[in-house]
């Protein structure tokens, strides 16, 4: 009898060490099929960012001059929030350690928002597009030059506020 009760446990045992190793080898491969799809997830590369950020960097300035401040603290944001993105997708890129060269310019424009004050948001703007074109020069982009928009980004937008 104890030696029935022995195989029977033995039994058990190995059916279920077999039903283990069969639930890792479907979870191994529910891991890989999930990894699969992401490796083929889309991203967007820097340029799309990049043309993302210029946008923004237009639409700012239209907003700036027109003392539409609560539009420019909006679109400085976004291209702070564009710049996160960057950072989190294109770590891969090595021009991407540069890209806090526009530091400066963001933090002027957020005082001249915050203070209201045009002249110093046109000094601040300067700064960043500078900043924009050093990055570009120093990662081999000299090419792609940024300059202070003048004509509008987009004709469906109203840039002056209360409207």
Same mark, same amino acid.
């Given at each position: &009898?104890?030696?029935?009760? #022995?195989? !029977?446990?033995?039994?058990?045992?190995?059916?279920?060490?077999? *039903? +283990?190793?069969?639930?890792?080898?479907? !979870?191994?491969?529910?891991?890989?099929?999930?990894? +699969?799809?992401?490796?083929?997830? %889309?991203?967007?590369?820097?340029?799309?960012? &990049?043309?993302?950020? *210029?946008?923004?960097?237009?639409?700012?300035?239209?907003?700036?001059?027109?003392?539409?401040?609560?539009?420019? @603290? $909006?679109?400085?944001?976004?291209?702070?929030?564009?710049? @996160? @993105? #960057?950072?989190? %997708?294109? &770590?891969?890129?090595?021009?991407?350690?540069?890209?806090?060269?526009?530091?400066?310019?963001?933090?002027?424009?957020?005082?001249?928002?915050? =203070?209201?004050?045009? @002249? +110093?948001?046109?000094?601040? $703007?300067?700064?960043?597009?500078?900043?924009?074109?050093?990055?570009?020069?120093?990662?081999?982009?000299?090419?792609?030059?940024?300059?202070?928009?003048?004509? !509008?980004?987009?004709?469906? =937008?109203? $840039?002056?506020?209360?409207?």
């Amino acid at each position: &009898m104890k030696t029935v009760l #022995i195989l !029977l446990l033995l039994t058990l045992i190995i059916a279920s060490c077999s *039903q +283990q190793g069969d639930n890792t080898k479907q !979870l191994q491969a529910r891991i890989d099929s999930l990894q +699969q799809k992401l490796n083929n997830t %889309y991203r967007p590369g820097l340029g799309e960012f &990049m043309l993302g950020i *210029q946008e923004h960097h237009a639409k700012l300035w239209f907003a700036g001059i027109n003392k539409n401040w609560a539009l420019a @603290d $909006f679109e400085v944001h976004e291209i702070g929030e564009t710049v @996160d @993105d #960057i950072k989190q %997708y294109c &770590m891969d890129r090595p021009e991407v350690k540069s890209i806090g060269t526009i530091d400066p310019g963001i933090a002027a424009i957020n005082n001249a928002i915050k =203070q209201k004050d045009v @002249d +110093q948001f046109k000094k601040g $703007f300067v700064e960043l597009t500078s900043n924009c074109n050093t990055c570009h020069k120093n990662n081999q982009h000299g090419f792609n030059v940024i300059i202070i928009p003048n004509g !509008l980004p987009v004709e469906n =937008q109203n $840039f002056k506020p209360g409207n």
